[in-house]
């Protein structure tokens, strides 16, 4: 019999690395709890007092999560004052991650830098931009505390803005958006031929709300392309998503033909509009007609043919032109992060000259044993590697014979299957107002398919890295199985044995390299837009949820219209 002393040191490897591989999961979960009943005080010590979060390498994931719920919270001063250092940082790290000599020392993930995903970036900006708007429209900057030495509090006081100032927040806005616009040009110039994450719809359609927000001449010139462009970025980019594409995955699969195809037979072929397309483009579609009537009026007949408008159309929005009030729903939480199984085949590595010890006793032979003695049978016949499921080209890794297991990210994406219609009553609660929000960033998707790419692109190198870990440890193990075959019923108690010693091994090997499930976790699940014409009064704003068949009417909060010609921002977030 094997001795259970050989076996201990096994069993420590595997408990001592399954401890530390959570990646702060724990933490995550109880800070998602204490969003969706709006508890952002304890939600905010759970990051300042967890050790995950206060990791050096995980400074970026902090500021980014500390940012937000300042935000969520209303305190739009000392938010943009994180966000701008998670900002400076996440922009270093980008220009550090995509060196090849960062990517060649990343052994494994869960122990680098967290670097954010291009999305999370992207977002830092939007957020940013969002809280000088915010800032200037309340008029103040929020009292708050500072901590000072080591148990001394300083309490700032709160400080309301002068007109300057107020305007200068708008000017701030602005510029961030070029800043914005100055990075996605980059990521474009870095992902050119394939359709991950490489430009960013939110970055224009609310990018042109603050360039109309503005409203200089030159102002409105920006505006009016960026939702143009935003017409060519549904083509382009975003028929990567399930939310804006119903031949998504078709699409993924094909893009890297689609110079060769043409935009035309693009859409033609790869692109089925779905109901929040649709709804997307028609507000598209209002606000460049609404904008070229203000700028140039001779431009109308243009735009017929270039975007499908009809007489009817021009007429509806002739109707309800210079809309005073924009509605930012911010809807949900992203859908989780987690750690999907995956299989590598042990075939080819098996003839890996890094095996070994493999060499000598002979890859059939231990390829047998892998399956027959240990188990490691191919995956189901149902296995759809890393991105398959997105239409996602993957690389082929043999596992038709002994296969090992293992973890990669992905992202549990249930997909937006309702829809928002925004209702604005008044005093007496009476409708005045009803119109459909226009989804402008389908967040869950995003991450989605941005995780799974990444996934994609390392599951050879991972896979063939652990193959080459589990055949060292099948060695192992057939060498103490060969030892204790002799004698009567020796082959019973050695298959037992190898078992044993090799599952200890394996447990080792999973969980010193688990997936890395760090992310942004606190981000909406999508964010809508919508754009009303209201006169001068009080209201309270309900969104008129249609998902499953049933209707449920959420009170998202108060509006309050002081000037019928000023152009105002108003910003809720649901957390259901």
């Given at each position: 019999?094997v ?10 490897i595997?408990l001592?690395l399954?401890?530390?591989a ?5 933490e ?6 204490l969003?969706?009943?709006s ?5 905010l010590?759970?990051?300042?007092e ?17 940012g937000l ?24 790290l980008?220009?550090k ?5 960062v990517?060649?020392l ?7 830098i ?15 931009a969002l809280?000088?708007?915010?800032i ?31 305007k200068?927040?708008?000017m701030s806005a ?5 800043a ?7 990521l474009?110039?870095e992902r ?14 609310f ?15 920006i505006?009016?392309?960026?939702y143009?462009?935003s ?6 980019n975003?028929?990567?998503y399930?939310?804006?594409n ?14 060769k195809i043409?935009?035309?037979?693009v859409k033609?072929k790869?692109?089925?509009?779905t ?9 598209l ?18 735009l017929?043919k ?24 911010q ?14 085949g ?8 890094k095996?070994?010890?493999a ?6 032979v ?12 191919p995956?189901p ?20 014979g002994?296969?090992?297991k293992?973890?990669l990210p992905?992202i549990k994406?249930p997909?937006i ?6 209702l604005?009553?008044n005093?007496?609660?009476v ?11 389908p ?6 398919q941005?995780v799974a ?14 193959a ?13 199985y ?14 037992q044995?190898a ?16 997936a890395?499930?760090r992310?942004?976790?606190?981000l ?8 009303f014409k ?7 704003v309900?969104?008129k ?5 049933v209707?449920r ?11 019928e010609?000023?152009?105002?921002l ?5 957390f259901?």
């Open positions: 019999m001795k259970p002393k050989l076996l201990l040191p096994y069993l420590f595997s001592f399954f401890s530390c959570s990646g702060g999961k724990k995550r979960n109880k800070l998602r709890e969003l969706r009943t508890q952002f005080s304890e939600a010590k759970v990051i300042e967890s050790k995950v979060y206060k990791d050096k390498d995980n400074r970026l994931l902090f500021l980014m999560e500390k719920l300042l935000h969520s919270a209303g305190k739009y001063y000392q938010s943009s004052e994180v966000l701008k250092e998670a900002r400076e940082l996440g922009r270093a980008f220009t991650s995509i060196s090849n000599k990517q060649k990343i052994a494994n993930d869960n122990y680098d967290y670097y954010g995903e291009r999305y999370e970036i992207s977002l830092i900006h939007f957020y940013q809280n000088h708007l915010l200037s429209k309340q008029g103040f900057y929020e009292a708050y505390e500072v901590k000072e030495g080591k148990d001394g509090v300083r309490k700032i006081a709160q400080r309301e803005l002068t007109k300057k100032e107020i200068g927040r708008e602005r510029a961030e958006v070029l914005w616009d100055s990075f996605l040009t980059n474009k110039n050119k031929g394939s359709s991950v994450f490489k430009n960013d719809l939110l970055a224009k359609v990018g042109a709300y603050i360039h109309e927000l503005i409203g200089s001449h030159t102002d409105l010139q505006a009016l392309q960026l143009k462009d017409h060519k970025l549904l083509v382009r975003y028929g990567a399930k939310s804006f119903g031949s998504y995955k078709e699409y993924n699969k094909n893009y890297d033909k689609f110079p043409g935009e035309r037979d033609a790869f692109i089925k509009e109901a929040y397309q649709k709804q997307l483009k028609e507000f579609n209002e606000r460049i007609v609404d904008l070229t009537y203000e700028i140039r009026p001779n431009g109308i007949r243009s017929k270039t975007y499908g408008i009809t007489k009817a159309f021009l007429k509806k929005v002739s109707k309800e032109r210079n809309p005073n009030i924009t509605i930012l729903f809807k949900g939480i992203i859908p989780l992060k987690v750690g999907s199984k995956e299989y590598f042990l075939g080819a590595a098996m003839n890996d000259p095996a070994g010890a060499a000598k006793i002979g890859s059939a231990l390829t047998v044993f892998a399956a027959s003695q240990l188990g490691l049978l995956p016949r149902h296995y759809s590697p890393a991105g398959a499921y997105l239409g996602i080209k993957v690389a082929e890794a043999a596992v038709t002994a296969a090992v293992f973890e992905k994406n997909g299957h309702y829809t928002n219609e925004v604005i009553k005093k007496e609660g409708i005045v107002a009803r119109k459909p929000l226009s989804l402008v960033a967040l869950g998707d995003i991450a989605e941005a790419e990444q996934a994609t692109s390392v599951y050879k190198r991972v896979g063939a890295r652990l080459i870990k589990h055949i060292t440890a099948i060695v192992a193990a057939f060498a103490t060969k030892a204790m075959s002799s004698g009567k019923n020796a082959s019973f108690f050695a298959k044995a078992i044993i010693q090799y599952l200890a091994s394996a447990k080792g090997i999973e969980n010193s390299e688990r890395d499930t992310f942004w976790s606190s909406p699940s999508d964010v809508w837009m919508g754009k209201l006169a001068k009064g009080s209201y309270q309900f969104a949820i249609h998902e499953a068949g209707n009417e959420l009170l998202l909060g108060p509006l309050e219209v002081t000037e010609k000023k152009k105002e108003f910003n809720f977030r649901s259901l």
